[in-house]
C-alpha cells in the first residue's frame, strides 16, 4: 500500500467517524455560543472590576510598601490590630453612625412609607415628591446646605450632625423600598383584620410590618451600606475628633497608599461576604412568609 493510499483511508475513516447531520450542526452552533460576544464582554467586565480586588488582597501580604513584592507577610495585619488606634476609632464611629442612622431612617421611612399609602391627605403628593428630593440631588449640595443649616442654628459639627445628615439621606431609600412592597399589598386583608375585630395600632403592628419587613430589612441594610462609605456629605459635616472611615482613608492616601489600609480592606470583604451568607438564609425566610 503507497503512501496515497493511507492518506485516503485516514481520511475517509476521519470523515466517518466524525459527527454528521442535525447533531453535528447543534454541536457547532454550541461551540458558537461558548465564545459569543456578549459572554466575552461579561468575561472582561468581571475581570476588570475583580482584579482591583485580587490585586489589594494580593498585596496586603507584601512585606514591604512598594509595589514590589518582596515576600509573604502578615506584618500590615500586625499593625492593624495591634497598632491602629486613630483607624479603629474611626472604624467604629462609621459603625455607630451607620447603625444608628440607617435605624432612624428606617423607623421614620417606614412610618411615612405606611401613613402616606394608608392614609388620603390634602399635601399627601406633595410628600411623597419631596421625599424623593435627597436621591435626585447631587451629595455636595445636600452636603453644603446642611452645612450651612447647622452652622445657622449654632450646632457644632461633630458625630451629632453626621447621624443627622446620614439619616436625613438614607431616609428616601427606606421610604422607596418599604412604598414598593406595600404596592404589592392585598389590602382585602386589612379589611378582614378590622372583621376580625383588630384596632388600627393591631393592624399595624400584627399585619402590615409583618407583610413589609422583606421591604423594611433591605431598606436598613441598605441604609448602612450608605452611611459606611460616604464621603462627601461627610465632608461636610464632621468636625474636629468625628473623623469616620472614609474620611481617616482619604487623609492616609494622600500620602500614598498604606499596605494597612489594604489589609483592613480585606478583613471588610471578608466581613461583608461573612454577614452576606449568615442574613441570606434569614431574608429568605421573612420573604416566605
Known amino acids: 500500500m503507497n503512501i496515497k493510499s493511507i492518506v485516503r483511508q485516514t481520511i475517509t475513516t476521519l470523515r466517518t467517524g466524525a459527527p454528521q447531520g442535525e447533531a453535528a450542526r447543534h454541536a457547532k452552533r454550541a461551540f458558537r455560543r461558548n465564545f459569543s460576544f456578549s459572554q466575552t464582554v461579561f468575561i472582561a467586565t468581571i475581570v476588570f472590576l475583580f482584579l482591583p480586588l485580587f490585586v489589594l488582597v494580593l498585596y496586603s501580604f507584601n512585606s514591604s510598601k512598594g509595589m ?106 427606606v421610604f422607596l423600598m418599604v412604598m414598593a412592597r406595600l404596592d404589592e399589598f392585598d389590602f382585602s386583608i386589612i379589611e378582614a383584620a378590622h372583621d376580625l375585630g383588630a384596632n388600627e395600632g393591631q393592624t399595624l403592628f400584627k399585619v402590615i410590618i409583618p407583610i413589609c419587613m422583606p421591604g423594611i430589612v433591605s431598606g436598613f441594610l441598605t441604609a448602612i451600606t450608605i452611611s459606611l462609605e460616604d464621603f462627601v456629605i461627610t465632608l461636610f459635616v464632621s468636625g474636629p475628633g468625628s473623623s469616620t472611615l472614609p474620611l481617616y482613608i482619604y487623609s492616609a492616601i ?27 438564609n434569614f431574608l429568605k425566610y421573612i420573604a416566605a412568609k
Open 254 to 280: 494622600r500620602f500614598g497608599v498604606s499596605p494597612v489600609i489594604n489589609a483592613l480592606s480585606v478583613v471588610m470583604i471578608l466581613g461583608t461576604v461573612l454577614l452576606t451568607y449568615l442574613l441570606r
Open 68 to 173: 514590589n513584592w518582596t515576600g509573604f507577610s502578615l506584618v500590615w495585619y500586625e499593625q492593624l490590630f495591634f497598632h491602629s488606634r486613630d483607624l479603629w476609632r474611626s472604624f467604629w464611629n462609621s459603625i455607630f453612625i451607620a447603625v444608628s442612622s440607617a435605624g432612624t431612617a428606617t423607623v421614620l421611612g417606614t412610618a411615612g412609607a405606611v401613613g402616606v399609602n394608608w392614609y388620603r391627605f390634602r399635601l399627601r403628593n406633595y410628600v411623597q415628591t419631596v421625599s424623593f428630593l435627597p436621591m435626585i440631588l447631587p451629595e455636595i449640595i445636600i452636603g453644603v446646605s446642611l452645612s450651612i443649616f447647622f452652622a445657622g442654628i449654632k450646632i457644632q459639627l461633630g458625630l451629632l450632625t453626621i447621624f443627622i445628615a446620614h439619616a436625613t439621606f438614607n431616609l428616601p431609600f
